[in-house]
């Protein structure tokens, strides 16, 4: 317990922890003082002089060492000169005056100065309405300006800093805020100042420009609207946007969002997404989100999107009504009964997921989770446990990340894990090349591709490393899928849960799946199970319904059992007696799975539908519909209970909330859960999304919940599978071919922003440069790869004669795999 | 006297007809014949240009933030030097105002920066449906003045860069 | 006549060499130093009353007293040989003509505070003087005056140059520390003193070359012989650099408490031309001129803060009567204009209007109003920046119009110059 320091601000008494800046203590008994250049997650610098206050310390006797008392209080002596309250930290007796009147000439002053150099266009700036010079000059500025409008200086207005954000050099204050956000928090040290005095302007010193996966951050706390995102230039102003709370569907972080829509002609009337805002949530994303989850949100509104039914007639796609394909779909499912297999992915919520169980199981059928990474029935019982908060790990705590690139899979993580290595937490990196991560790591174990899990299973006697892992207070293990299949992945996680077991269901302990997609987790405890071998399921099935997945466009050899494409059917698939299965898909998108399906029932998109996801840590956390639905699409729980009432097992279609109360009932580590308790919210700080704009930025208060951290569910039901075999090893002329996750691929929900394509690039693969020039390679050349043909990168971090495939960028790749590579 | 006093009625009656076919007219002929109207009546609104034949009109929606009558819809695009309507960044890619809902309070002259949209003298206002008392940006825009061009425009790059035109005395 | 100190050897032919310095008694006070324990010499320091003489006037015993002691910390002492302030050029004349004397100084406060290396930041125009504090610190190693176990002591120091890239703020401490860490010339925020967190977040002492200059002189002669010179706060010789309308411009050293008057008229020979003084800026250009009538003040810590302004660096800068005033406060604005760092709100924007404000009264374009505003501009300025340039660079607008108004308002009224009757402008 740190000590308490008592203090008074504009004669309202306040007990703060012991150097608690006079800015925080105040705002803490609701008193703003305006800020620019300050802000509650970054170290103060006091550069704005916007926050200068009367500071009044008790006279202390020098000869007696007691405090000089007048009138039976003791004497206050203030200072000649203003302090800073963003940089001087409370003591005890302090007397602060925000508002007397030296206070408020200088808030006036400091004003007037910005204001002279600033050019008043608020009525085209994106941050006007939202913006913290606007909201201060209005509550503290003067009536009018000393100065003479003539001598404003002028500057360039649009200049972009990279792809995604643009500077308007004209409205810059130079607080900084930028600069420091990435140096302090996101590590990228990309942007800094340039020239001096008037002339001081921001650069970005990367090659491209502005080469950061937080930038769009930078536009949040920018207390001007000198920083806007390209996506969202001019798109609309900031009081006509309404504002729906949401969970990003990226990734495994679950980052807690706010959606702003708006109705616009230019889209024919309709309401539509204009920016994706991060919304407070200390415990999962702070108040930061990053670029692919503010910039990918596209695919929701693309044009292609389904809006209708089809069914295949005399081989085409058509047009059906909802009565029709769901008769139809119900009826070959209810024939089927034990031959139907369900296949979805994590993309779906927990409801959807919950449902499809249910109808598998009321089918006899089996309930399949299209995944390349397994292990999720032990992060369901060894995961970490409620009470856990990635920002009270420090001193004591030890994580280890084994096979995850975080700065790709999973960017926030990488961002607290950053923090909790700075605070001081021992951060063991364990992988087979190097990632971005281990710069901040105290520890970084290396091994070959293939050696993961025997590696971490011998981890805990290696000496340093193994002590920081035993006889740490608190053990976070992460594990990923980085250059592992599903069995590689599953042996993995057999092994790190090994070293948390002991410690299961103490908070802050625990094991973490880096899964590739946002609700993988949710799916695991919902019981659905990993497939190795999707090839037999579809050669077995009698019917196939798979729900947002898209197992053909990521394999085409499975589609040599579908007879819709006769032109990929290899010659001995014809020999098969088995018929082909009839297959079902429920998407938002014409994949190429769909096209071979023979029924299509449209989903509706996340910002178009209520549900929840499970995060990576196992937080249940809600979303909230933003936008209506595209064309007769419908959500994926209510399309699967409607199928199932078509014979007769009743499943709940009609309200999200009631399937959660339904998941509650049945499934264990539910147990409990309502929406009610999703939405429920406790005070925050540092306290944002309010009025003070120029505190927090404009990040979103969280009034739409939390999220709850599901109970634990302590006997596994299923055991990691020992990966089978030895490890893939490269040889003279084969090549070991791993998958890596990158941050933006050619997936449906990143490739359809047209903003990020720059940064995702077409298929390539990823060389040593020494491994490149053995094949006589440069860099921008094309390999042969299985048949596909591959940019090669090159990267000295691959290891030799290992080639990189970032997996959903054109190349099929479930596991690692030899391979042979030749220029093309 | 009874008898006579519907006389004495119809005398003073037809002696007012009679007095008032010697006074000043006060009906007029519309629509032969209109009236013209006073210098701050408030009709119709005209979205203005400048000179050079630029909108006025930047999209700001402030005109749309002020309306108590929620009337007007703005949306804005971004310009160019290429394909330029309005100095600066911006303009307004869509203008409609809804004119049954439309008070003629004048808030959205108040609130313009530019000074662009004006309320006009033209008060003849018919539909036949609602929809069509939506008017459009194309029938609020003002016709290009002679020496200017029409929009959009082709400008040089680094010219008319600044939304708001500056003005030389802030207190004005 | 007073006997020169630090300037001692420097009109002697090759004054910056070696073996020079050691023919006439050099690092003879290391030789004394490394015979007496740290604390003494501190002591020494403090009782000297030797005061920084890079502008702040900080006693220099006490910054050595607050440098952490134990041996367990890696130390530093940065020597400032920034030398921006416009009118000062007493740390060229050393560096260029005597750069032993001050590693002799850093060697002996090394010693004292407990450090182990040693930095020279010097101004990046000063290519002679680089050269000469490369060579000289290239023979100090050679003749065992640095490097391992000096002079069999078993004290170790190593030194090495620095040189800055052109920037007035980079003379603030802090930002040349932050300088001479790669980094951006910008201020730091302060708390933490170099003394507890400086360069590379570690204790730092840092000292004008100046002051420097005076620690091998304290030490052979003793602290009571050096605070035997001067007055009662301003203790030993200073070096003033002289320049403006003078007849002999250039370097004098002098004890302190000595009168203007003394150092124009006797040292300096006097008003070129004969002309009558009219202002006189007494510690380089930030700070506050004096008029003709206040020369008699004694050139001291103390009396230059009573008569209204600063000793400073000791730079003195004589304007006589055909001196325009306003041109004076206009030029020497636009300089601090110009080298404000941009970081804090107030000097950045501050330091720009304050020079426009003048810029306008100056070329007839002002208006009445234009005074009061320079003026309040200025009271605004001071006293809420980041670091003490903004209360500095207000200095010479503030004083000009306090002590000249009516030529100010003079140029409003007649839009031309009240001194030289003209309206060009043949300057910048």
């Given at each position: 317990?740190?000590?308490?320091?008592?203090?008074?601000?504009?004669?309202?008494?306040?007990?703060?922890?012991?150097?608690?800046?006079?800015?925080?203590?105040?705002?803490?008994?609701?008193?703003?003082?305006?800020?620019?250049?300050?802000?509650?997650?970054?170290?103060?610098?006091?550069?704005?002089?916007?926050?200068?206050?009367?500071?009044?310390?008790?006279?202390?006797?020098?000869?007696?060492?007691?405090?000089?008392?007048?009138?039976?209080?003791?004497?206050?002596?203030?200072?000649?000169?203003?302090?800073?309250?963003?940089?001087?930290?409370?003591?005890?007796?302090?007397?602060?005056?925000?508002?007397?009147?030296?206070?408020?000439?200088?808030?006036?002053?400091?004003?007037?100065?910005?204001?002279?150099?600033?050019?008043?266009?608020?009525?085209?700036?994106?941050?006007?309405?939202?913006?913290?010079?606007?909201?201060?000059?209005?509550?503290?500025?003067?009536?009018?300006?000393?100065?003479?409008?003539?001598?404003?200086?002028?500057?360039?207005?649009?200049?972009?800093?990279?792809?995604?954000?643009?500077?308007?050099?004209?409205?810059?204050?130079?607080?900084?805020?930028?600069?420091?956000?990435?140096?302090?928090?996101?590590?990228?040290?990309?942007?800094?100042?340039?020239?001096?005095?008037?002339?001081?302007?921001?650069?970005?010193?990367?090659?491209?420009?502005?080469?950061?996966?937080?930038?769009?951050?930078?536009?949040?706390?920018?207390?001007?609207?000198?920083?806007?995102?390209?996506?969202?230039?001019?798109?609309?102003?900031?009081?006509?946007?309404?504002?729906?709370?949401?969970?990003?569907?990226?990734?495994?972080?679950?980052?807690?969002?706010?959606?702003?829509?708006?109705?616009?002609?230019?889209?024919?009337?309709?309401?539509?997404?204009?920016?994706?805002?991060?919304?407070?949530?200390?415990?999962?994303?702070?108040?930061?989100?990053?670029?692919?989850?503010?910039?990918?949100?596209?695919?929701?509104?693309?044009?292609?999107?389904?809006?209708?039914?089809?069914?295949?007639?005399?081989?085409?796609?058509?047009?059906?009504?909802?009565?029709?394909?769901?008769?139809?779909?119900?009826?070959?499912?209810?024939?089927?009964?034990?031959?139907?297999?369900?296949?979805?992915?994590?993309?779906?919520?927990?409801?959807?997921?919950?449902?499809?169980?249910?109808?598998?199981?009321?089918?006899?059928?089996?309930?399949?989770?299209?995944?390349?990474?397994?292990?999720?029935?032990?992060?369901?019982?060894?995961?970490?446990?409620?009470?856990?908060?990635?920002?009270?790990?420090?001193?004591?705590?030890?994580?280890?990340?084994?096979?995850?690139?975080?700065?790709?899979?999973?960017?926030?993580?990488?961002?607290?894990?950053?923090?909790?290595?700075?605070?001081?937490?021992?951060?063991?990196?364990?992988?087979?090349?190097?990632?971005?991560?281990?710069?901040?790591?105290?520890?970084?174990?290396?091994?070959?591709?293939?050696?993961?899990?025997?590696?971490?299973?011998?981890?805990?006697?290696?000496?340093?490393?193994?002590?920081?892992?035993?006889?740490?207070?608190?053990?976070?293990?992460?594990?990923?899928?980085?250059?592992?299949?599903?069995?590689?992945?599953?042996?993995?996680?057999?092994?790190?849960?090994?070293?948390?077991?002991?410690?299961?269901?103490?908070?802050?302990?625990?094991?973490?799946?880096?899964?590739?997609?946002?609700?993988?987790?949710?799916?695991?405890?919902?019981?659905?199970?990993?497939?190795?071998?999707?090839?037999?399921?579809?050669?077995?099935?009698?019917?196939?319904?798979?729900?947002?997945?898209?197992?053909?466009?990521?394999?085409?050899?499975?589609?040599?059992?579908?007879?819709?494409?006769?032109?990929?059917?290899?010659?001995?698939?014809?020999?098969?007696?088995?018929?082909?299965?009839?297959?079902?898909?429920?998407?938002?998108?014409?994949?190429?799975?769909?096209?071979?399906?023979?029924?299509?029932?449209?989903?509706?998109?996340?910002?178009?539908?209520?549900?929840?996801?499970?995060?990576?840590?196992?937080?249940?956390?809600?979303?909230?519909?933003?936008?209506?639905?595209?064309?007769?699409?419908?959500?994926?729980?209510?399309?699967?209970?409607?199928?199932?009432?078509?014979?007769?097992?009743?499943?709940?279609?009609?309200?999200?909330?009631?399937?959660?109360?339904?998941?509650?009932?049945?499934?264990?580590?539910?147990?409990?859960?309502?929406?009610?308790?999703?939405?429920?919210?406790?005070?925050?700080?540092?306290?944002?999304?309010?009025?003070?704009?120029?505190?927090?930025?404009?990040?979103?208060?969280?009034?739409?919940?939390?999220?709850?951290?599901?109970?634990?569910?302590?006997?596994?039901?299923?055991?990691?599978?020992?990966?089978?075999?030895?490890?893939?090893?490269?040889?003279?002329?084969?090549?070991?071919?791993?998958?890596?996750?990158?941050?933006?691929?050619?997936?449906?929900?990143?490739?359809?922003?047209?903003?990020?394509?720059?940064?995702?690039?077409?298929?390539?693969?990823?060389?040593?440069?020494?491994?490149?020039?053995?094949?006589?390679?440069?860099?921008?050349?094309?390999?042969?790869?299985?048949?596909?043909?591959?940019?090669?990168?090159?990267?000295?971090?691959?290891?030799?004669?290992?080639?990189?495939?970032?997996?959903?960028?054109?190349?099929?790749?479930?596991?690692?795999?030899?391979?042979?590579?030749?220029?093309? | 006297?009874?008898?006579?006093?519907?006389?004495?009625?119809?005398?003073?009656?037809?002696?007012?007809?009679?007095?008032?076919?010697?006074?000043?007219?006060?009906?007029?002929?519309?629509?032969?014949?209109?009236?013209?109207?006073?210098?701050?009546?408030?009709?119709?609104?005209?979205?203005?240009?400048?000179?050079?034949?630029?909108?006025?009109?930047?999209?700001?929606?402030?005109?749309?933030?002020?309306?108590?009558?929620?009337?007007?819809?703005?949306?804005?695009?971004?310009?160019?030097?290429?394909?330029?309507?309005?100095?600066?960044?911006?303009?307004?890619?869509?203008?409609?105002?809804?004119?049954?809902?439309?008070?003629?309070?004048?808030?959205?002259?108040?609130?313009?920066?530019?000074?662009?949209?004006?309320?006009?003298?033209?008060?003849?206002?018919?539909?036949?449906?609602?929809?069509?008392?939506?008017?459009?940006?194309?029938?609020?825009?003002?016709?290009?003045?002679?020496?200017?061009?029409?929009?959009?425009?082709?400008?040089?790059?680094?010219?008319?860069?600044?939304?708001?035109?500056?003005?030389?005395?802030?207190?004005? | 006549?007073?006997?020169?100190?630090?300037?001692?050897?420097?009109?002697?032919?090759?004054?910056?060499?070696?073996?020079?310095?050691?023919?006439?008694?050099?690092?003879?006070?290391?030789?004394?130093?490394?015979?007496?324990?740290?604390?003494?010499?501190?002591?020494?320091?403090?009782?000297?009353?030797?005061?920084?003489?890079?502008?702040?006037?900080?006693?220099?015993?006490?910054?050595?007293?607050?440098?952490?002691?134990?041996?367990?910390?890696?130390?530093?002492?940065?020597?400032?040989?920034?030398?921006?302030?416009?009118?000062?050029?007493?740390?060229?004349?050393?560096?260029?003509?005597?750069?032993?004397?001050?590693?002799?100084?850093?060697?002996?406060?090394?010693?004292?505070?407990?450090?182990?290396?040693?930095?020279?930041?010097?101004?990046?125009?000063?290519?002679?003087?680089?050269?000469?504090?490369?060579?000289?610190?290239?023979?100090?190693?050679?003749?065992?005056?640095?490097?391992?176990?000096?002079?069999?002591?078993?004290?170790?120091?190593?030194?090495?140059?620095?040189?800055?890239?052109?920037?007035?703020?980079?003379?603030?401490?802090?930002?040349?520390?932050?300088?001479?860490?790669?980094?951006?010339?910008?201020?730091?925020l302060k708390p933490p003193y170099p003394a507890q967190a400086g360069l590379f977040g570690l204790p730092t002492l840092v000292h004008n070359i100046e002051t420097l200059a005076c620690i091998p002189h304290i030490v052979e002669r003793g602290p009571e012989w050096f605070a035997s010179i001067g007055t009662a706060e301003s203790k030993g010789p200073k070096i003033f650099s002289v320049s403006g309308h003078v007849n002999r411009p250039g370097n004098y050293e002098l004890p302190l408490g000595v009168t203007l008057r003394e150092i124009i008229y006797e040292h300096a020979g006097g008003i070129r031309g004969g002309r009558e003084l009219k202002a006189v800026i007494p510690g380089g250009a930030s700070t506050p001129m004096l008029t003709a009538s206040q020369i008699d003040v004694p050139m001291a810590y103390e009396t230059l803060k009573a008569a209204g302004s600063e000793l400073g660096t000791g730079a003195i800068v004589v304007l006589d009567v055909t001196t325009c005033m306003v041109e004076t406060a206009r030029r020497l604005t636009k300089f601090f204009a110009h080298e404000s760092c941009g970081r804090c709100t107030p000097c950045r924007i501050g330091s720009q209007r304050l020079y426009e404000t003048l810029d306008r009264i100056e070329s007839g374009k002002g208006t009445m109003d234009d005074i009061d505003r320079a003026v309040e501009l200025a009271r605004g300025i001071d006293g809420i920046t980041f670091c003490p340039m903004g209360a500095m660079l207000v200095n010479p607008a503030r004083s000009a119009i306090q002590h000249f108004r009516p030529e100010f308002e003079y140029h409003i009224l007649n839009k031309h110059c009240l001194v030289c009757k003209s309206k060009e402008r043949n300057y910048g």
């Open positions: 317990m740190t000590k308490q320091v008592t203090l008074t601000i504009d004669g309202q008494q306040v007990a703060v922890s012991e150097g608690t800046l006079i800015v925080n203590a105040a705002k803490q008994i609701g008193i703003d003082i305006p800020v620019f250049c300050y802000h509650p997650k970054m170290e103060p610098v006091g550069m704005c002089r916007q926050c200068l206050v009367e500071v009044g310390r008790p006279v202390v006797d020098r000869a007696t060492g007691q405090v000089v008392m007048e009138d039976g209080k003791p004497k206050i002596q203030f200072g000649a000169k203003l302090e800073t309250a963003c940089t001087t930290p409370v003591s005890d007796g302090m007397v602060v005056l925000t508002a007397s009147e030296k206070a408020k000439a200088n808030q006036r002053e400091i004003l007037e100065f910005l204001l002279t150099s600033h050019p008043l266009d608020c009525p085209v700036c994106d941050k006007g309405g939202e913006c913290p010079l606007q909201n201060l000059t209005l509550a503290h500025g003067a009536p009018a300006s000393r100065f003479i409008y003539d001598e404003k200086q002028h500057a360039d207005k649009r200049v972009p800093l990279g792809d995604l954000i643009w500077l308007d050099r004209e409205r810059c204050i130079q607080c900084a805020r930028c600069i420091r956000f990435q140096d302090e928090i996101a590590g990228e040290s990309v942007l800094a100042f340039y020239q001096r005095g008037r002339a001081t302007d921001i650069i970005t010193n990367s090659e491209p420009g502005f080469d950061s996966i937080f930038s769009g951050n930078t536009t949040d706390i920018c207390p001007v609207g000198a920083l806007t995102t390209a996506d969202f230039r001019f798109g609309a102003r900031p009081w006509e946007m309404k504002a729906a709370a949401s969970i990003c569907s990226q990734c495994p972080v679950g980052c807690n969002v706010t959606l702003n829509t708006r109705r616009e002609a230019k889209s024919g009337g309709k309401v539509v997404l204009k920016r994706v805002m991060p919304r407070q949530n200390e415990a999962v994303n702070e108040i930061w989100i990053c670029d692919k989850g503010r910039f990918a949100h596209h695919f929701t509104e693309n044009e292609h999107r389904l809006a209708t039914p089809l069914a295949r007639k005399d081989g085409k796609l058509a047009l059906v009504s909802w009565d029709k394909a769901l008769g139809l779909v119900a009826g070959k499912l209810a024939d089927a009964k034990g031959e139907a297999v369900v296949l979805a992915s994590g993309r779906l919520s927990n409801e959807d997921l919950f449902n499809l169980k249910q109808l598998a199981d009321g089918l006899g059928g089996e309930a399949l989770l299209y995944t390349q990474m397994g292990g999720g029935e032990l992060t369901t019982a060894y995961g970490v446990p409620a009470g856990t908060n990635f920002a009270e790990m420090g001193i004591g705590t030890t994580i280890l990340v084994v096979a995850s690139d975080l700065y790709n899979e999973a960017p926030i993580w990488y961002l607290r894990l950053k923090q909790a290595a700075e605070r001081g937490a021992t951060l063991i990196l364990a992988n087979a090349r190097e990632t971005k991560l281990e710069k901040y790591s105290q520890f970084v174990v290396r091994y070959s591709y293939g050696d993961e899990a025997e590696t971490i299973c011998g981890l805990a006697k290696k000496a340093h490393v193994g002590e920081a892992i035993t006889s740490a207070e608190n053990l976070v293990v992460l594990y990923g899928s980085d250059g592992l299949g599903l069995d590689g992945s599953s042996a993995l996680a057999a092994a790190c849960a090994e070293l948390v077991k002991s410690r299961a269901g103490k908070p802050n302990n625990g094991l973490i799946g880096v899964w590739p997609r946002a609700n993988d987790q949710g799916a695991w405890e919902l019981g659905f199970k990993p497939v190795a071998d999707l090839k037999a399921v579809f050669q077995k099935a009698n019917v196939v319904y798979i729900a947002g997945a898209d197992p053909f466009g990521d394999n085409p050899e499975l589609t040599s059992r579908i007879p819709h494409h006769a032109s990929r059917i290899p010659q001995h698939a014809s020999r098969s007696t088995h018929p082909a299965p009839f297959i079902i898909v429920q998407e938002l998108f014409l994949t190429e799975t769909a096209k071979l399906a023979d029924v299509i029932l449209p989903a509706q998109a996340v910002t178009e539908r209520e549900g929840s996801f499970t995060s990576g840590e196992r937080r249940a956390q809600r979303f909230y519909p933003a936008v209506p639905a595209r064309g007769q699409s419908r959500a994926d729980f209510v399309i699967t209970a409607q199928i199932a009432a078509e014979f007769g097992l009743e499943l709940e279609g009609r309200f999200a909330a009631r399937v959660m109360d339904k998941m509650a009932a049945t499934v264990k580590t539910f147990a409990g859960i309502s929406y009610r308790e999703l939405a429920e919210t406790t005070e925050q700080w540092p306290i944002v999304g309010r009025g003070d704009l120029y505190y927090g930025g404009t990040t979103y208060e969280n009034k739409q919940g939390l999220g709850v951290i599901l109970a634990l569910s302590p006997s596994p039901t299923g055991r990691g599978a020992r990966g089978e075999g030895k490890p893939l090893r490269p040889d003279e002329d084969h090549w070991l071919a791993v998958p890596v996750t990158r941050l933006y691929d050619l997936g449906i929900t990143v490739a359809t922003s047209a903003l990020l394509k720059a940064r995702t690039g077409g298929a390539h693969i990823l060389l040593h440069p020494d491994s490149a020039q053995k094949l006589g390679l440069a860099a921008g050349e094309q390999v042969e790869l299985n048949g596909n043909r591959l940019e090669v990168r090159l990267d000295p971090t691959v290891p030799v004669m290992v080639a990189l495939v970032p997996r959903s960028m054109g190349v099929p790749i479930a596991g690692p795999m030899v391979a042979k590579i030749k220029a093309a | 006297m009874r008898v006579l006093e519907p006389l004495i009625e119809l005398r003073r009656g037809l002696w007012t007809t009679l007095r008032s076919m010697f006074e000043k007219q006060v009906t007029t002929q519309y629509p032969e014949h209109k009236r013209p109207v006073k210098a701050r009546f408030r009709g119709l609104h005209v979205l203005k240009r400048y000179d050079n034949g630029l909108e006025k009109c930047i999209g700001c929606a402030l005109c749309a933030a002020a309306c108590p009558a929620d009337a007007i819809f703005v949306e804005a695009s971004e310009n160019s030097a290429e394909v330029r309507y309005s100095p600066g960044d911006r303009y307004a890619s869509t203008y409609e105002i809804n004119l049954l809902r439309c008070i003629y309070c004048g808030f959205c002259e108040d609130a313009c920066p530019t000074e662009a949209i004006v309320l006009g003298d033209q008060y003849e206002l018919t539909f036949t449906n609602r929809r069509a008392a939506i008017y459009t940006k194309d029938m609020f825009i003002e016709p290009v003045p002679a020496a200017g061009k029409p929009t959009p425009q082709k400008t040089g790059p680094g010219m008319f860069t600044r939304s708001v035109p500056e003005m030389k005395d802030p207190s004005d | 006549m007073f006997e020169p100190i630090l300037t001692r050897n420097i009109h002697r032919p090759n004054s910056e060499k070696i073996a020079t310095y050691l023919a006439h008694g050099g690092y003879a006070a290391v030789k004394l130093a490394l015979t007496k324990t740290p604390d003494e010499l501190i002591e020494m320091v403090k009782r000297s009353g030797l005061r920084g003489r890079g502008g702040a006037g900080f006693p220099a015993g006490v910054k050595w007293g607050y440098m952490p002691k134990g041996a367990g910390i890696q130390k530093f002492v940065a020597v400032n040989t920034d030398e921006g302030e416009p009118g000062t050029f007493k740390d060229r004349e050393i560096v260029e003509r005597d750069p032993h004397q001050v590693i002799e100084g850093v060697i002996i406060a090394a010693y004292a505070v407990g450090a182990s290396r040693a930095y020279v930041y010097i101004r990046g125009e000063f290519f002679l003087g680089v050269k000469r504090w490369i060579k000289a610190i290239a023979d100090a190693y050679e003749y065992g005056f640095l490097g391992r176990n000096i002079l069999g002591s078993g004290f170790d120091l190593d030194m090495s140059v620095h040189r800055g890239a052109g920037a007035y703020i980079c003379g603030e401490e802090t930002a040349m520390l932050e300088s001479l860490e790669g980094k951006r010339g910008n201020p730091r």
